[in-house]
């Protein structure tokens, strides 16, 4: 039922090929991205430093920052478990690619021995990994931290970043292509007043700091109390906590909270979605209802997002999902009923296709044309 909802709202858009677009979207892209983090080191000595620990990455040929590493599979995976072990989406997909279990990710458990073989399935049971316990299950429980299951074999293979010195010592950061290029689209400058609605985790506010080398005002806002002390954690770690104010806060009332009115050189809308663009696509559970609810919240940012902004300002709204209702129709939107303009950049973001929908001209990355996450970037002004 649900897979039918969301063929039906991807078949708006993708017609006859929504059926290859929905199995692309099951499978990983074949390049993993991470954004360098130029303030702390140059791409080159990155991408040196990872070679001299035998990780092999690639600069990305249109993004200067980017660099990306090689997704291996699919590859046929046998398990003789007689255990599952259910894991929350992100470590399915991280499980998917060869990465450890380890506790945080962990949902459901039943009783095993150290050495025995788990089946890890995501949250809808797909099977993701054949995993080896690390420990017993009696240990298990009583960690918070730590590892529980080594990858013995997965649908594909992907170097492990997260255990690479480059990024233990915040030299990259994990980041689709389309998210690093929704910074660019937002092109911060030095000295401006930069207001990101939805920052948390932290990934475009890091950006926005590296690209302004930290000269940015940037007020960094999200509802999420714990998120937002995860983003000043991460942003200490990559020692881009400059000039940013992080505040947990519900940033569709952020217009009468704070005394921000026409203040914002630029505004950043990066809302949650129904993701459907994510990859791999795990299953998704989502219901019509849902991304209708989903599409009016969002409109919620763009309204708050007008009275921040100064005459003459910048929006971007991203969003990692492929539905007209949350994209081209919530910039629709904004056009007819909160009066921005569209603004079109002078070449469309690298891997994107320049889309028009009522009016508006907005930037689609569409996993059929280009090997990417499904992203949708669009660029207003007041
Ligand atoms: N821009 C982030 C990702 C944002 S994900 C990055 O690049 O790393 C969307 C975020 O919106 C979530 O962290 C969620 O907590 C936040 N959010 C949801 N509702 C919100 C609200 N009403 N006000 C502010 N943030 C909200």
Redesign the pocket.
């Known amino acids: 039922m649900d897979s039918q909802i969301i063929a039906l709202e991807l078949m708006k858009i993708y017609g006859s090929s929504t059926s290859s677009l929905v199995r692309r979207l099951e499978t990983p892209p074949k390049r993993l991205y991470a954004r360098v983090n130029t303030l702390r080191a140059t791409r080159e000595e990155v991408l040196e430093s990872l070679l001299r620990e035998g990780v092999e990455a690639h600069p990305d040929d249109s993004i200067s920052d980017a660099v990306y590493f090689e997704v291996q599979g699919p590859f046929k995976f046998e398990c003789n478990a007689s255990k599952a072990i259910v894991v929350d989406k992100k470590t399915a997909v991280s499980l998917m690619l060869g990465a450890n279990l380890y506790r945080p990710g962990v949902i459901k458990i039943t009783s095993f021995e150290r050495g025995e073989l788990l089946l890890a399935v995501s949250e809808n049971y797909i099977p993701v990994a054949c995993l080896e316990a690390a420990l017993t299950h009696k240990e298990a429980m009583s960690l918070r931290k730590g590892l529980i299951g080594i990858n013995r074999g997965s649908p594909y293979r992907a170097p492990r970043i997260a255990e690479t010195k480059a990024y233990i010592s915040g030299l990259i950061y994990s980041?689709s292509a389309p998210?690093i290029l929704?910074s660019y689209a937002l092109d911060p400058r030095k000295d401006e007043l930069v207001v990101?609605?939805?920052?948390?985790?932290?990934?475009?506010?890091g950006h926005v700091v590296q690209l302004t080398s930290g000269r940015a005002r940037v007020v960094a806002?999200?509802?999420?109390e714990r998120?937002i002390e995860a983003l000043t954690t991460t942003l200490l770690h990559l020692g881009l906590y400059l000039n940013v104010l992080p505040l947990s806060?519900?940033?569709?009332y952020i217009h009468l909270d704070l005394n921000l009115h026409e203040k914002a050189d630029k505004v950043?809308i990066?809302?949650?979605c129904s993701n459907l663009g994510v990859r791999p696509l795990l299953g998704a559970k989502r219901t019509l209802s849902s991304v209708t609810s989903l599409a009016k919240?969002q409109r919620?940012?763009l309204k708050a997002a007008w009275h921040v902004l100064k005459p003459g300002g910048r929006l971007v709204y991203s969003t990692c999902t492929l539905t007209l209702s949350e994209n081209e129709e919530n910039i629709a939107y904004a056009v007819e009923y909160l009066g921005f303009s569209v603004a079109e950049l002078e070449s469309p973001p690298p891997y994107s296709d320049k889309v028009s929908y009522r009016g508006v001209t907005a930037y689609r990355f569409s996993p059929l044309l280009a090997d990417m996450p499904g992203y949708f970037i669009a660029v207003l002004t007041k």
């Open positions: 980041q998210s929704t990101d609605m939805n920052a948390a985790p932290g990934g475009k506010t806002v999200d509802r999420n998120k806060m519900d940033s569709r950043l990066d809302p949650p919240y919620q940012f």
